[in-house]
């Protein structure tokens, strides 16, 4: 079976700090890993994605994540945090093998507050 | 480009009413459907997913039905509601070998 946890429920930074949201997974086959975010009262949005390829993901906004395997993590970095990046942010994660009984798990999410 | 709609994006319902949330894609076939309900702190829940017409799977046991008249149509239902059930409710779809694409969620309150 699949899982994966995040560690910290809530981060606090300061504008201009790196953002770092840690994601851990377990998998018995090879992963595809995402992040998303979501905003209050919205849906989620996809950030970036490992499918195997590059270890080292470049997302939108500034946003990336590198896959380890040795750690089996997939941590999300952003070097300077803006004002906008307040959000909650999920991770996910599903095997390769394909198929819509193949289903995406996410972790608990983490509040990400950004302090001016 | 795909879309998805879900509706409505409020909902306010006494206990024992039933529900009913809409979800629809548009501009892909055959997609697998999912029914997603994030409670406060706990993350996304997988209710439901659909890989066709009729076809639905249960991920947990719980007081919501689902169902999938059209292939881009997938439908969230409850014949009486409870306290318990109220939360955010996303629909999402994807492909086999793309990630999830969301709607922008159902907040359903039970009074």
């Known amino acids: 079976a699949q899982s994966v946890t995040q560690l910290g429920s809530h981060v606090s930074v300061s504008e201009g700090a790196l953002v770092l949201l840690r994601c851990n997974y377990s998998?018995?086959?090879?992963?595809?890993l995402f992040w998303y975010v979501q905003y209050p009262n919205q849906g989620l949005q996809l950030l970036l994605k490992y499918t195997s390829a590059a270890t080292l993901v470049k997302g939108i906004n500034g946003f990336e994540a590198e896959f380890k395997k040795s750690e089996t993590s997939f941590h999300l970095t952003k070097p300077s945090a803006h004002m906008s990046d307040a959000a909650e942010y999920f991770c996910a994660v599903r095997n390769l093998y394909g198929g819509a009984t193949n289903k995406l798990i996410f972790g608990t999410g983490t509040l990400l507050a950004v302090q001016p | 480009s795909q879309t998805i709609h879900q509706w409505p994006a409020t909902l306010v319902q006494p206990v024992g009413s039933p529900l009913s949330l809409e979800c629809t894609v548009e501009?892909?076939?055959?997609?697998?459907l999912y029914w997603y309900r994030q409670a406060a702190g706990r993350g996304l829940q997988l209710l439901f997913y659909?890989?066709?017409?009729?076809?639905i799977s249960s991920e947990v046991p719980q007081n919501l039905s689902a169902s999938r008249p059209q292939d881009r149509q997938f439908i969230l239902s409850s014949k009486k509601l409870l306290l318990s059930d109220s939360g955010f409710y996303l629909c999402?779809?994807?492909?086999?070998?793309?990630?999830?694409?969301f709607g922008q969620g159902t907040r359903l309150t039970v009074v």
């Open positions: 999402a779809w994807r492909l086999d070998s793309t990630e999830a694409f």
């Open positions: 501009g892909t076939s055959n997609p697998n």
């Open positions: 659909s890989v066709g017409i009729g076809q």
């Open positions: 998998s018995s086959v090879p992963p595809y």
